[in-house]
């Protein structure tokens, strides 16, 4: 799938988020067990691996440990993340890992160059999802996979109804579709990837739920800390989605929910595990 002649990446999006401490805090956690397990089985020892919008590396550096006679290389579009990821590497004393700067619209690799093209919750920050995928198919080998997983906000669901979590989702996808995203990317994903040229496509769907009290903790703590200190806050109100009072009120309602003795809370994903033509 050779990239067109002339054709330039539609690279319009701004990642929401940043790379705040709260934001950090849910990156670190993720692991390969938590956040790409619909990619595992079909790992073998010896494959290559690009692992897109790496981030810390958490989830890069457990695929490196889950194929030691191959190789892992991590790119993110943010030069200053990477140091974190290699940080990850080097204390968990993989050698068989790489890092790099990457545009997922136009990869620096030749096609056919790894075995398995991986991006967790990347297609929802840029501005041409089904450009990134037919670079990530470009550069996998024939038979090899392209595996993509991210969230789909409005499908998030959580009890109880504290007043503010609603604004809280409204304003999220008010700032994340402002710069240029889509953040119910988990339902398009099959979509986008069958208009990206892929055919055998394996769709499907997994969970992430806070319910115990150290889980609605954590999870509202961050919230509560991003909602007011992040890119995305800064965004929200620059943008004229918010103001600072809004925020607070949105903030306070993480807390006041993560107090809540019955309080649960489900992120659902699309997964996509798309095989290459031979």
């Given at each position: 799938m ?86 990850t ?6 050698a ?7 545009d ?156 809540r003795?019955?309080?649960w ?14």
């Amino acid at each position: 799938m050779p990239r067109a002649q002339g054709t330039e990446p539609h690279e319009t999006a701004v990642y929401t988020h940043g790379h705040h401490e709260s934001v950090l805090r849910s990156h670190t956690w993720r692991t390969a067990a938590n956040s790409a397990a619909y990619l595992l089985g079909v790992l073998k020892p010896h494959m290559r691996i690009l692992d897109i919008g790496c981030g810390p590396g958490t989830i890069t550096a457990d695929l490196a440990e889950l194929v030691p006679d191959g190789h892992v290389t991590g790119v993110d579009h943010a030069p200053g993340i990477l140091r974190r990821a290699r940080e990850t590497a080097a204390g968990r004393g993989l050698a068989n890992m790489d890092f790099a700067v990457a545009d997922v619209h136009r990869l620096d690799y030749p096609d056919d160059t790894f075995c398995v093209v991986h991006a967790h919750q990347v297609l929802q920050h840029v501005g041409d999802p089904v450009q990134a995928l037919r670079e990530m198919a470009r550069v996998t080998k024939p038979g090899g996979f392209i595996a993509v997983r991210d969230a789909d906000y409005a499908a998030m669901t959580w009890y109880p109804a504290v007043p503010g979590l609603d604004d809280w989702l409204d304003l999220y996808e008010r700032v994340a579709r402002a710069n240029g995203g889509e953040p119910d990317a988990g339902r398009r994903l099959k979509a986008w990837a069958r208009a990206a040229g892929l055919t055998d496509i394996t769709a499907g769907s997994g969970t992430w739920t806070y319910a115990t009290d150290e889980e609605r903790a954590w999870w509202s703590g961050l919230w509560a800390d991003r909602t007011l200190a992040s890119a995305y806050a800064e965004r929200a109100v620059e943008g004229g989605h918010a103001t600072p009072e809004l925020l607070e009120a949105v903030s306070g309602a993480w807390r006041e929910w993560g107090r809540r003795e019955d309080g649960w809370f489900t992120v659902l994903h699309g997964e996509i595990l798309c095989r290459k033509r031979v």
